[in-house]
């Protein structure tokens, strides 16, 4: 029997690993390698509510940080079925472009806050396209309200009354504030997240209105007011004026301390994208210096 001294068993086991971990070296040395970039924001899906008719009301959040900015697209369902469309394609923006929110920063969208209303006029549940809206200006003027028949947009607590204006007509603003499952969704939303701000898109009005309710306008609705105005062209009003306005959401936001505007696009037909897109653009800007 061979006896090997336990020092030489040492060295020999040394030079062993040593001459293995060289070629393992050689061998993934000669393999690229592929840096993967760390995402700087995450994006997530949550549905916040129903509508009368069950379908759901989404909501899409991007980035992380405390602060959160939201825009809402729908609440007059397929009549500003623009609106909906406009917000989609903003989220198809996020997903490839996330580097444009400000560190701490976080972008919730709402696309479709009365998808009844718009399932009215498009036959459709989430995503669709022009082709699917209605030409019939009969049912577009009835996708303007949810399945109980009531202006989402008259049915917050904010000087709220049974009935509400829409230009010449009167219209249903529910039983009481927030009887209609669509605006509990929006109401639930903001008390829980408390975000910085509201944008809520609509049409056709090109121009961009600031929120009150009856303590005035909150400064910083001035400030986004004018920074969305600035960018995209629309004009900047303080105060909509043409007919009164009872139960808004923007109002009801107001009264609870978050600013809230409103962005009428020029059109019913166009989501008029550059122009929202340097809009969003100046506010992300405005809320990264605070």
Known sequence: MLFVKKPILIGIAFILVAILAFGLYKNFSEVPVVLVP????????????????????DAYTFG??????????????????NSVLLAYQFIDYLNQ???????????AVIPNANPDGVFAVTGKEG????????????????????????????????KWQPKGRWQSKI???????????????IRDFALTEKPLAFVFWHSAAGSVYASEC?????????DIMNAYSSASGYSAVKSFNAYPVTGDAEGWLASIGIPAITVEFK????????????????????????
């Open 171 to 185: 219209t249903s603003a529910g039983s009481s504030a927030f009887s209609e499952p669509e605006t509990k969704a």
């Open 127 to 158: 995503r669709f396209s022009v082709s699917d809206v209605s030409t019939s200006t009969k049912v577009l003027a009835t996708g303007r309200f949810n399945a109980n028949d009531v202006d989402l947009n008259r049915n917050f607590d904010c």
């Open 267 to 290: 059109t019913h037909s166009s989501i008029e994208w550059d122009q929202n897109l340097a809009g969003i653009k100046k506010l992300l800007n405005y809320f990264s210096l605070k």
């Open 38 to 57: 760390t995402p700087i924001a995450t994006s997530s899906y949550a549905v916040i509510g129903t509508s009368v008719q069950g379908r759901k009301i």
């Open 214 to 222: 009856k303590s005035g306008i909150l400064p910083v609705t001035l």
């Open 64 to 81: 992380v940080g405390n602060k959160q900015l939201v825009f809402v697209g729908g609440v007059h369902g397929g009549y500003e079925w």
């Open 97 to 107: 472009n996330q580097i444009v929110i400000p560190k701490g920063l976080k972008i």
